[in-house]
């Protein structure tokens, strides 16, 4: 794909433009995090932002249908259910053993239900799993995605297999599904889409999620110039965005997403077209 030429001012109206068009309430209903919205606990949104971000790969309307059935499996109330129920992994299998989403089947539920409830019976928010790895010097969040990890493969039966769900940059993976989860959780603004409910990591230090739309409308703009789709690609188009608001860049993850999806050609927009 070609880069684009715009000066830097068109990129940043360009930007500003989209992300103010799609950082709205409204479209919180085709998207996933608005299977967060649907709750106040806020045990219950970490829980239920973690794993529909874990499974976020494929049509948005298949991983919405398989996430609302996932909570209703669980009675509506996943925090409830994982702290009273989930110690049985008889009634694991017999309330969540024919739900699947793709490869995420019940071995790996089975470990999701078991960390979680092992995690919240020590802890009271999930977002220490992530800031307790990260200093305040920290540019990004790559300490906190290879801590998490680190952590959430630490109960001694942890599947193999599982690990392929969760990513990290020790392995050089872009980790687009842990950054979306953190950035519903860290950033705050007027909008009410974001949640803002975790205060130990920066806005400034989240990295963009970068999927296949993010990455295309990324490269079309020459924001992201990196051939790998990988975790310098990631750090690259971040960097790349905090020239444009060095505070809360992955506010532009709405303009770059948005477009991508709805298949802006930034040489049209550019020209008016």
């Not at 977002?127 to 790895?133: M, N, T, V, Y």
Request: glycine content about 6%.
């Amino acid at each position: 794909m070609q880069h684009s030429q715009l000066s830097t001012a068109h990129q940043q109206e360009l930007l500003d433009h989209y992300h103010d068009r799609f950082n709205r309430p409204e479209f919180i209903h085709d998207d996933p995090i608005g299977l967060v919205h649907a709750f106040d606990d806020p045990r219950d949104r970490e829980i239920v932002g973690f794993w529909i971000a874990t499974l976020a790969w494929g049509r948005r309307a298949t991983i919405i249908d398989k996430g609302q059935q996932l909570i209703e499996a669980m009675g509506g109330q996943p925090y409830r259910f994982i702290m009273e129920q989930g110690h049985c992994p008889v009634t694991v299998a017999r309330v969540l053993g024919d739900w699947k989403h793709r490869t995420f089947t019940l071995i790996d539920t089975h470990y999701f239900v078991q960390w979680l409830r092992w995690y919240y019976t020590h802890h009271t928010s999930l977002e220490d799993a992530f800031a307790r790895h990260l200093n305040p010097g920290d540019r990004t969040i790559e300490p906190a995605l290879r801590g998490f990890h680190e952590l959430f493969f630490s109960l001694p039966d942890a599947p193999n297999r599982t690990r392929k769900h969760v990513a990290t940059p020790a392995r050089k993976s872009r980790c687009k599904r842990l950054c979306m989860f953190l950035r519903w959780m860290v950033r705050q603004d007027e909008r009410g889409v974001d949640f803002g409910q975790w205060t130990r990591i920066r806005p400034d230090q989240l990295c963009m999620p970068l999927d296949v739309h993010v990455e295309r409308v990324g490269r079309s703009l020459g924001l992201l110039t990196r051939k790998q789709c990988d975790w310098l690609a990631v750090e690259e188009l971040t960097d790349n965005l905090k020239q444009f608001d060095a505070v809360d860049p992955t506010r532009y993850d709405f303009a770059l997403f948005g477009m991508g999806v709805e298949g802006v050609l930034v040489p049209d927009v550019s020209s008016g077209g």
